[in-house]
């Protein structure tokens, strides 16, 4: 190595000085490997394509985009980072991965319920008939909450989202989050969800909407991380400067080493299904991302096969009363 720009040490984190007067396949270890697949030109000018290929430096590997010029007395090799590029790219291919497989299986259920009623040769009962019927409406709402996923990630993602201001009683919506969460399941998995609150909870100010979203996704991820049954809990409490709202289960619980990791986008503790539930890998994102924009967080308590609590913290103000005049009734 004879020369060692500044660009080529702030990528590599390799300074000139460990490098120049060296023999490259001894001061860059992985050099060597990678030679093979290097084009080099004859001349310069508009060089051959670059490869793309991974340059170990001991304990990291840098993805490189590399080619080489041929002169008199040597070669001259370029190169740019892409490290970042393809994570990110992995990134997609993973969500690709992910969201087609979660829209696949919804899919697969209402083509076969509809193609079974249509065959000609079969009579249905009213019941059967009933029942395709059902599980064909289901389904199409699992794919349009997936989509609605997608697109609030996106949204999230591009700081898009606006927060509103109304008036609203902590009492009714979660009682509405437990009956959509009903709704949603079949009567053999309904699983027991009680709920304790203050009485005198009152009004508050805040985006109904977003909560009801962060709620739906914790208490989903409770049923849906208890394949035993058990029980779920939510507790309604007013802080200091707020709501506290938690969300506990008797489920599979989540290991410390996963804690922080499960609020990353996609990221699911189980993603190759071993435990046979489907996600995204998308809800604690979003839970955590609607927490953030309305100046709330969510955390997690959790000890692996005993459960786990989610905690919805949140700066809400208490609605005064005239503002809310004719707004539901015997609350405040
Ligand atoms: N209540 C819970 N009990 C156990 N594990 C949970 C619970 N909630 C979330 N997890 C873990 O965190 C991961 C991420 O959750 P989430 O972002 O909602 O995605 P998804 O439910 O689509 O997998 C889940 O895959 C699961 O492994
Ligand atoms: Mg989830």
């Known amino acids: 190595i004879r020369y060692w720009s500044p660009a080529a040490a702030a990528i590599t984190g390799l300074k000139a ?3 120049v007067g060296r023999q490259a396949a001894m001061a860059l270890p992985g050099w060597g490997d990678l030679l093979d697949g290097v084009p080099v030109s004859a001349q310069p000018g508009p060089a051959a394509r670059d490869a793309t290929l991974p340059l170990e430096l001991g304990d990291r590997e840098l993805w490189i985009s590399v080619s080489g010029v041929q002169f008199d007395d040597g070669v001259v090799y370029a190169f740019r980072n892409l490290t970042e590029e393809r994570a990110l790219d992995a ?16 899919l697969a259920a209402i083509y076969g319920c509809a193609q079974t009623l249509r065959r000609p040769d079969t009579q249905l009962d009213s019941r059967t008939h009933e029942r395709l019927l059902e599980v064909i409406s289901q389904e199409c709402e699992r794919l349009t909450r997936i989509i609605g996923d997608v ?3 996106n949204q999230l993602d591009a700081e898009q989202l606006r927060i509103e201001e109304e008036k609203f009683f902590v009492g009714e919506l979660v009682t509405e989050v437990v009956e959509e969460m009903h709704a949603s399941l079949e009567a053999h998995e309904r699983i027991p969800i009680a709920v304790s609150m203050p009485e005198n909870l009152g009004h508050l100010l805040g985006d109904a909407d977003k909560i009801r979203q962060i709620l739906l996704n914790l208490v989903d991820n409770a049923v849906k991380y208890s394949p035993e049954g058990g029980r779920i809990e939510i507790a309604v409490e007013r802080q200091e400067r707020g709501l506290r709202i938690a969300v506990r289960d008797q489920g599979l619980g989540i290991p410390h080493a996963e804690q922080q990791r499960i609020f990353g986008k996609f990221y699911r503790v189980d993603p190759n299904l071993t435990r046979g539930v489907g996600g995204t890998g998308l809800g604690l994102y979003i839970c955590r991302e609607l927490a953030r924009h309305m100046d709330g967080r969510v955390s997690v308590m959790s000890k692996e096969g005993e459960g786990s609590t989610f905690v919805l913290d949140l700066p809400l103000a208490v609605a005064r009363r005239e503002e809310g005049a004719g707004v539901a009734s015997g609350a405040d």
């Open 151 to 153: 697109l609030l990630a």
């Open 91 to 106: 990134l997609k291919s993973e969500f690709v991965a992910t969201v087609s497989h979660e829209l696949r299986t919804p």
């Open 17 to 19: 000085d460990d490098l």
